[in-house]
């Protein structure tokens, strides 16, 4: 037990001697979080203050045109800049200048009354009840389309909402306009409220609670569990540094001559490192809680929660630390440690869905994702913070972090006991 | 004490074997010197005795001890100084020492005591809450023979323990080597200073190619060669004048 004492003593000392070394473990995962969360707390919000500049060319300058843009200018998200010419337009998106273009044709309101209108007189005088519609109006009708010119740099994801929005609204418009070519042929009295345009099918969003209040998602608790796990699994390059370091001013050799075990030596900087990981995460979560709503961000909701994430953040830290002792086990040099953990937390983190949610991912990789331990923290620590779920919900997650950090700590000593076998 | 016997060493990328079925017997209480040009075999005999290395083939024992079956009893027992000075340069010599000696299981008053004790013998008290990397050559070498005697060993594994310091360090140094002696514990050390080998060690072993040419008290192998007036003209008579560089 003293020698375990000892070892952890002098791995605090080694620490807290390196000055820049303890500013980047601790400085670094903060300014991280901070950076990330003012960068993606503008999708978490549903009134956005920075709008996105468009450019809209309406040739058709009739009742569709204007339902789209009221629908655009509703939504607030954008701040829309009329362009006379859809060649202008086009122009400026492909150059970058702008992310969007949307150009309405001319006589799109007209052509689609007057479609509608065709279509609603052919089915009326399928019941007889009107005269039948001549076929050569019919093939006078071309398709109308809505250009959409996107920044090729735009991505996919950005693409995708404006192009469900903006087929959304236009079928909205389809059916109202349906509607009112029913009730013209029908009655003649405009006033007369014959068909109730209003949807019938809407949707309600349900998320958990705890007691009477709504847990509400924000970008402060998506990012703070997922940063903090990524800060907590970069532990891992300074931790095989320190191990490499060893072994290049030769105080590794020594220590393999003394008597002492090699578990002994990984405990000393398994404490030592943990109390690092969860120095992070408290300084974390108090920049969420007090730092956060200062800087204009929600304000991270911790209560009665505290000793559930530092459980979590333990387990973390623990997987994390295993890693780290793996790494530096293996590794020769600081060139060899140093570029292969930070690329591979970077792997880690995006198998984990640190970046993108694992549903999204294509189906092999949301398999691979299920190896990642920051998949199994990122979970654990969603489980606390936005799903409300008990210390024994916890436990799946956790046993695997903890199994993680066994199985690499084994290899990490058996690996070590082979190379040096005499 | 220690019984060597058909030991070889044969690195993985080496053609040729750096120790060749070597057998020696150093008796307790000797001072011992393995001598050598560079790449003869010295540091790999003395690696393989401290456990730091796995013979390809042979065997030996200290005090009838293997690393086989008493790993830990065998390692309480011996104390090495590596060529290199292997602290830790951002803690101080007393943290070294403290962190050090704690591995062989000592604490308390006993270490303490025991620090403050070879500080002060190998002149160095004044320098103990310094960090290592404000040290000279020779005052890091004072300090790593210190770690490796703290827990009193029966035996001692010096490579080249003098090599790059100052007269002054290297007599301090050689001085309490002797005094450790006196007290019991016997000493196994390389170096490529003839002269102070030849003032220091009670026996020694030329080894050239992984083999032990010669082996005897230095003035009984320099009364073999008439021609020779010390332990160098020996030495370059079993060796050769030729470079021993290699990579």
């Known amino acids: 037990m003293h020698k375990l004492w000892a070892s952890t003593y002098k791995e605090f000392l080694l620490l807290s001697r390196d000055i820049g070394g303890l500013a980047i473990l601790f400085v670094m995962p903060l300014v991280l979080v901070i950076t990330i969360t003012l960068i993606q707390d503008s999708t978490f919000r549903s009134i956005n203050d920075n709008k996105i500049p468009i450019l809209w060319v309406d040739y058709d300058k009739g009742e569709v045109s204007k339902n789209i843009y009221d629908g655009l200018a509703e939504s607030q998200s954008f701040n829309i800049i009329d362009k006379e010419s859809g060649s202008e337009a086009k122009e400026l998106v492909f150059k970058g200048k702008y992310q969007l273009a949307i150009v309405i044709p001319a006589n799109l309101s007209s052509e689609l009354e007057k479609k509608v209108n065709l279509n609603v007189e052919g089915l009326l005088s399928k019941f007889g009840l009107e005269e039948e519609t001549p076929p050569s109006q019919k093939s006078d009708l071309e398709r109308k389309e809505v250009i959409l010119y996107f920044d ?23 059916t109202q306009t349906i509607y009112k070519a029913f009730q013209s042929q029908i009655t003649d009295d405009e006033a007369e409220a014959i068909f109730d345009t209003e949807s019938f099918i809407t949707f309600k969003e349900i998320t958990p ?73 408290g300084l974390m979560l108090g920049i969420g809680v007090y730092l956060f709503p200062i800087l204009g961000l929600p304000s991270l909701e911790v209560s009665g929660k505290i000793p ?23 590794a020769r040099t600081q060139e060899q440690s140093a570029p292969f953990g930070a690329t591979f937390v970077v792997i880690l ?5 640190v970046w993108v949610p694992v549903f999204i991912m294509p189906k092999f990789m949301q398999t691979l994702s299920n190896l990642s331990p920051m998949n199994w923290g990122l979970n654990a620590f969603y489980d606390v913070f936005l799903r409300d779920v008990g210390l024994m919900d916890l436990v799946p997650e956790l046993t695997l972090l903890f199994l993680f950090f066994i199985t690499t700590t084994a290899i990490s000593i058996v690996y070590n006991e082979r190379k040096n076998a005499v | 004490m220690i019984q060597v016997s058909h030991l070889s060493k044969k690195y993985k990328n080496n053609a040729e074997y750096s120790v060749v079925d070597l057998d020696l017997k150093i008796d307790e209480g000797e001072i011992f010197g393995l001598l050598g040009p560079n790449g003869a075999g010295k540091t790999t005999l003395i690696s393989m005795l401290s456990s730091l290395i796995k013979p390809t083939s042979g065997s030996f024992s200290i005090n009838g001890l293997t690393f086989q079956k008493n790993a830990n009893q065998l390692k309480q027992l011996i104390g090495i100084v590596p060529q290199e000075y292997a602290l830790y340069p951002t803690l101080t010599a007393y943290e070294n020492l403290y962190y050090l000696g704690s591995m062989y299981g000592l604490k308390g008053k006993q270490l303490k005591e025991k620090i403050n004790y070879h500080l002060e013998v190998l002149g160095l008290e004044k320098f103990s809450n310094k960090k290592l990397d ?45 005094k450790l ?8 050390y390389t170096s490529h200073h003839l002269n102070e080998a030849e003032q220091f060690c009670s026996k020694v072993a030329i080894i050239d190619h992984g083999r032990i040419i010669i082996e005897g008290a230095p003035q009984d192998l320099i009364s073999q060669y008439p021609e020779s007036h010390n332990l160098e003209d020996v030495f370059l008579t079993l060796t050769g004048k030729a470079l021993r560089d290699h990579a």
């Open chain 1, 152 to 174: 090729p740099a735009t991505q996919m994801a950005f693409k995708n909402s404006i192009k469900n929005g903006i087929d959304k609204m236009i079928f909205k418009i389809e």
């Open chain 1, 209 to 281: 609670s705890i007691g009477e209040n709504e847990i509400i998602p924000n970008s402060v608790q998506h990012n703070v569990p997922a940063w903090t796990l990524f800060a907590i699994f970069f532990i891992i390059v300074p931790l095989s540094i320190n191990m490499v370091k060893e072994k290049s001013q030769g105080t590794f050799v020594r220590l393999r001559t003394n008597p002492v075990s090699y578990l002994t030596v990984l405990g000393g900087k398994t404490a030592i490192y943990l109390a690092v990981c969860l120095i992070q995460f």
């Open chain 1, 308 to 330: 559930q994430l530092f459980l979590v953040a333990i387990f973390a830290g623990l997987a994390a630390i295993g890693l780290g002792l793996l790494l530096g086990t293996i």
């Open chain 1, 349 to 353: 983190a995006a198998l984990g869905g």
């Open chain 2, 134 to 178: 404000t040290f000279s050559g020779g005052m890091k070498r004072r300090v790593n023979l210190i770690a490796s005697i703290l827990h009193d060993p029966k035996v001692l594994f010096l490579d080249e323990p003098t090599v790059g310091v100052d007269v002054q360090s290297k007599n301090v140094i050689i001085e309490n080597l002797k």
């Open chain 2, 181 to 188: 002696n006196a007290q019991g514990t016997t000493i196994i």
